[in-house]
């Protein structure tokens, strides 16, 4: 969507690991390196940066590839600059619907600027993207991501939860990307599923969803 159907990107210069930790510092031995994908059983740092997203499918959707998603960046690290881009082939529409300890949050085009960000701000999109991709008859493919909390030339840990609405008995999930394993939590219903990752790294995540 930044998630999931969308790109985003975040640009971040931070002085140090202590200045970004919540809870214990960090160590170097955190950091995930360029290319490298860490999927985390827990978060050295429970109380950082988290990144949550809810998705909206309905039939409408189906025909269309349009879909609704409501997005949270919550306790972000601080920054005097922060750029949250998205797909400008897919995104139709962006507001900015909650917006603390931020200085300024505007939207430019397909993606949002934000200045002056404090420790622990909250940032909350509204959206309309053309992310759902037909594969086959009766098949859909959704796209989430890529995710990260860059720091300097490495990745931080974080915490992402993606969680996907559908009227009761619409769809199902025939696989995720990445399976579910130590840092990868799938919960499935019969409106919907969830996400629930913990990883350091560049991650993209992928639902494959077809009727029941």
């Known amino acids: 969507m930044a998630v999931f159907l969308h790109r985003r990107v975040w640009a971040m210069a931070l002085a140090t ?4 930790a919540a809870g214990r510092p960090l160590e170097f031995d955190d950091i995930a390196r360029e290319g490298e994908l860490r999927l985390l059983a827990e ?3 429970p109380e950082a940066y988290a990144y949550r997203a809810e998705t909206w499918v309905d039939e409408e959707s189906l025909r269309t590839g349009v879909v609704r998603v409501h ?3 919550v306790r ?3 920054n005097q600059r922060v750029v949250v881009l998205f797909s400008r ?6 507001r900015i619907t909650e917006s603390e300890g931020i ?3 505007t939207v430019e085009g397909p993606r949002v600027e934000l200045a002056g960000v404090q420790r622990g701000a909250r940032l909350c999109v509204e959206l309309r993207s053309r992310a759902l991709d037909p594969v086959g008859e009766g098949r859909w493919r959704l796209h989430a991501g890529p995710l990260m909390r860059r ?3 490495g990745y931080l840990p974080m915490q992402a939860d993606l969680t996907l609405h559908w009227p009761a008995g619409l769809l199902r999930v025939a696989a995720v990307e990445p399976q579910p394993q130590p840092g990868v939590q799938l919960r499935v219903q019969d409106d919907g599923a969830s996400l629930h990752l913990i990883f350091a790294g560049r991650l993209a995540a992928r639902w494959e969803l077809e009727r029941p």
Do not use: F, G, K, N
């Open 17 to 20: 690991l202590a200045t970004v």
């Open 43 to 45: 978060r050295p740092d």
């Open 71 to 73: 997005t949270c960046h």
């Open 76 to 78: 972000l690290d601080p």
């Open 89 to 94: 082939e897919r995104v139709q529409s962006i």
């Open 103 to 105: 200085e300024q949050a």
């Open 151 to 153: 720091y300097l030339d």
